[in-house]
Nanobody, 118 residues
Framework: QVQLVESGGGLVQPGGSLRLSCAASGFTLDGYTIGWYRQAPGKERELVASIAVNARITNYADSVKGRFTISRDNAKKMVYLQMNSLKPEDTATYSC???????????WGQGTQVTVSL
């Protein structure tokens, strides 16, 4: 099957860090634009960060700029989201998405929960 599986979520105190991973199986990441999304209960899903096919272009939501870093390793079929200086507002389910040549809805993972709390 073609799928993405996220991992690395958990409970962390404000100011802490987590690194989320997204592993691809059944396909290679070559040619895919990657995005990390998050959704909190009662809120719409939002794009947190994206990375271009060639990995030279990245974009971040204003709320996470300077704190989060997206990266990819096509050879390992992995995508990462390094999250630093976490805030309670970052609490959400984080999902990765891969779109071939930035086309269509793409492939979605099931998500990993991140909770930032004392």
């Amino acid at each position: 099957q073609v799928q993405l599986v996220e991992s690395g979520g958990g409970l962390v105190q404000p100011g802490g860090s987590l690194r989320l991973s997204c592993a691809a199986s059944g396909f290679t990441l070559d040619g895919y634009t990657i995005g990390w999304y998050r959704q909190a209960p009662g809120k719409e899903r939002e794009l947190v960060a994206s990375i271009a096919v060639n990995a030279r272009i990245t974009n971040y939501a204003d709320s996470v700029k300077g704190r989060f870093t997206i990266s990819r390793d096509n050879a390992k079929k992995m995508v990462y989201l390094q999250m630093n200086s976490l805030k309670p507002e970052d609490t959400a389910t984080y999902s990765c998405n891969a779109r071939y040549l930035n086309n269509g809805d793409g492939i979605w993972g099931q998500g990993t929960q991140v909770t930032v709390s004392l």
